[in-house]
Structures are given as C-alpha cells and as structure tokens.
C-alpha cells in the first residue's frame, strides 16, 4: 500500500509526556488505510514501537483519497497506561485490566476496619502481646 504520510502540525505535550501528531494521508486510489497500517508507518518514522502510538480521529472526504487523523506518540508504556481511557488501551494493546468485584472489595474493607471486642479488652490484648 503506498502512503503518504505528511504531518501538518506537531505539538509536544510536556504534561503528559507526549507527542501530539496532526496527519494527512494520502492514498491514491485505494482505500482507507486502518490504524493499524498508520502505526506502523509511525514506527517506522519516529523509531518508537506500535504499543507506544495511539492514532485516532480518522476522516475521509466523499471521493477524497486523503485523509486527516491525530496520533499520540508516548514516550513511554507506563504512562500511556496512566492517561489513555482503559476500553482505547484493550483496543491498542489487547490487554484487559482486571477489577475486583464492588462486593469482595467492600468486604475486604469491613474487615479491616471491624473490632472484635471491647476496647478494653483489645488494649489488654496488645499489652500481653508486646510482653512477650
């Protein structure tokens, strides 16, 4: 597939450590290309692996053979982990972040928060044990 990649603005965004990319491709006679494609292309350009590029906003005009679309390219695995919304980072990455259920971590909190006893009792407790 022959693309042209041309970046029309270029921004580096200190705060979350990035680099923000305004592109047009042009794609003569063929079809859109996919992220995936435009990634490569990416990594290929600005030496930093495919997992560290996030493209996004693609447009094409009716019977336009260029298209407009936006790229965050991370510094770092770390932090694109940190900023990006986690269902965009199971669709880059593939990875899913697991959560633990709302009923086992509410329960995991009562406990630690539950005395048993009185005070009293729990403070003669603590001194035997710190006798020993």
Not at 4 to 20: P, Y
Not at 22 to 40: F, G, M, V, W, Y
Not at 51 to 58: A, G, K, S, Y
Not at 81 to 106: D, F, H, N, W
């Amino acid at each position: 597939m022959a693309l042209q990649l041309k970046v029309t603005k270029s921004f580096a965004n200190c705060i979350f450590n990035r680099k923000e990319i305004d592109l047009s491709i042009r794609h003569s006679k063929q079809a859109t290309p996919n992220r995936e494609t435009i990634r490569k292309e990416l990594s290929t350009n600005y030496s930093i692996p495919v997992e560290q590029i996030r493209v996004f906003d693609m447009k094409t005009g009716f019977g336009i053979n260029e298209t407009m679309a936006k790229a965050h390219l991370y510094s770092d695995v770390a932090l694109m982990k940190s900023t990006v919304l986690p269902y965009v980072l199971k669709k880059i990455t593939g990875e899913e972040k697991t959560k633990i259920a709302r009923k086992q971590r509410k329960d995991a909190r009562k406990k630690r928060v539950k005395i048993f006893g009185t005070m009293a009792r729990n403070m003669r407790k603590a001194a035997k044990r710190s006798e020993n």
